[in-house]
């Protein structure tokens, strides 16, 4: 990248120090710093052609990356979420409460003796950013020898693959020339836990690829075809969520999502819930609501709600994450498609 390009952004730096922050609280910041480098696309190799899309990228990671120092400096939930609502921007928020949840769940593996932090922070000051937590969670199985199963199983049936979802997307941003040129998936993971990781994965091309709906597909139509829907599907929920693209490169990305633009739809939906409930709004969410849907934001929070009422009790046929996700395709196929599913 030109050195021009890599002036051209701003990112929202949370601050080093900040009153009341203990010396563990220092201690644990400096041993478990992350670089800002480390999340910005030229440092990754993704291949992003518009400085502005460049610029959004960037900032994206930044803010992730304050929201887990900031988590590492104060573990205290309460403290914790009013510094982040207090030094980080409406529409960012979400990335910055994902990044804390990341830092926190990393202290709780790694303290046997306190492992309640993440709980006390996501049923606690960060419930309405209760997605993002569940994804933060899900890049400790990236950074720790966890044992996966048991820690998905104690999770609410709502948000327990979005911990996948966060794995998958952590390899396809930090490691893309294995999880997506060479399409590996962790030997550890099977059946349904395949299926959240590729739809993090899919996210994760949004960066990777630089939001070119062109570069995308060509992505996604390399890997298997038992793995492209779920790819769709978290390109729908990073177009949506993450933005930052113009309505012609949205209707593009319907176009050629093809059969799978249902899937590409129900991601679409489930980032319209977690902005909504967090009152995290962008006009990017909303352009992307109108685009793929027809639908405002809220609408589409609200249906998506609707539509996680009352799930499957019984998982033995399929989760009821599954269940949920079928349910808002099978509306995307009545209301804008036209047909039955």
């Given at each position: 990248m030109?050195?021009?390009?890599?002036?051209?952004?701003?990112v929202p730096v949370l601050a080093g120090t900040r009153e009341g922050v203990s010396w563990i609280?220092?201690?644990?910041?400096?041993?478990?710093?992350?670089s800002s480098e480390e999340t910005l696309p030229s440092r990754r190799g993704f291949a992003v052609e518009d400085a502005a899309t460049e610029a959004r990228l960037a900032r994206v990671g930044a803010t992730f990356l304050a929201g887990y120092h900031a988590a590492m400096a104060e573990t205290a939930a309460e403290p914790l979420a009013r510094h982040l609502d207090a030094t980080v921007a409406v529409g960012w928020r979400g990335f910055a409460f994902e990044g804390a949840a990341f830092g926190l769940a990393i202290l709780d593996a790694l303290t046997p003796w306190s492992r309640s932090r993440f709980d006390r922070f996501v049923s606690g000051p960060a419930a309405h950013h209760?997605?993002?937590?569940?994804?933060?969670l899900g890049w400790t199985f990236a950074r720790l020898p966890r044992r996966i199963p048991p820690i998905v199983a104690g999770i609410d049936p709502h948000y327990r693959w979005l911990t996948l979802d966060g794995y998958g997307f952590?390899?396809?941003?930090?490691?893309?020339?294995?999880a997506v040129t060479r399409q590996e998936v962790p030997r550890r993971l099977s059946g349904y836990a395949r299926r959240g990781f590729d739809q993090g994965l899919g996210r994760s091309l949004w960066f990777v690829r630089g939001g070119r709906p062109g570069a995308i597909a060509t992505a996604i139509g390399a890997f298997a075809p038992e793995r492209q829907a779920d790819l769709w599907s978290g390109i729908?929920?990073?177009?949506?969520?993450?933005?930052?693209?113009?309505e012609a490169d949205l209707v593009q990305l319907g176009e050629l999502a093809g059969n799978h633009r249902p899937h590409l739809a129900q991601g679409a939906a489930f980032a319209a819930e977690a902005r909504v409930l967090a009152a995290d709004p962008t006009p990017e969410l909303d352009l992307a609501c109108r685009t793929i849907w027809g639908r405002s934001p809220a609408q589409l929070a609200e249906m998506t709600r609707e539509f996680g009422r009352d799930l499957p009790a019984d998982e033995s046929a399929r989760p009821a994450f599954e269940?949920?996700?079928?349910?808002?395709?099978?509306?995307?196929?009545?209301?804008?498609?036209?047909?039955p599913l």
């Open positions: 030109h050195e021009s390009r890599r002036a051209s952004f701003e609280g220092r201690l644990r910041r400096r041993l478990f710093a992350i209760v997605y993002l937590a569940y994804v933060g952590h390899q396809g941003f930090f490691a893309w020339p294995a729908g929920l990073a177009a949506t969520y993450a933005g930052g693209v113009p269940a949920w996700r079928e349910r808002i395709r099978s509306e995307f196929y009545r209301s804008v498609e036209g047909s």
